[in-house]
């Protein structure tokens, strides 16, 4: 995420997310980092074991 953080910048200050999906486990630094603040509601979509 370093190497891309200004990237990551421009899009944040250009861009307004309504909803956005994830598959797969997320690590707490991950929630803590891109999920925190008010308003953020995290809901598994769906597991899938293999």
């Known amino acids: 995420m370093e190497l891309t953080a200004d990237g990551q910048k421009d899009?944040?200050?250009?861009?307004e997310?309504?909803?956005?999906?994830m598959v797969g486990n997320l690590t707490q630094k991950f929630r803590?980092?891109?999920?925190?603040?008010g308003g953020?509601?995290?809901?598994?979509f769906r597991s899938v074991s293999r």
Request: a negative charge; glycine letters at 10%.
């Open 11 to 15: 899009h944040a200050e250009a861009t």
């Open 17 to 21: 997310f309504i909803q956005l999906t």
């Open 32 to 37: 803590d980092t891109f999920l925190g603040g």
């Open 40 to 44: 953020t509601d995290f809901k598994p």
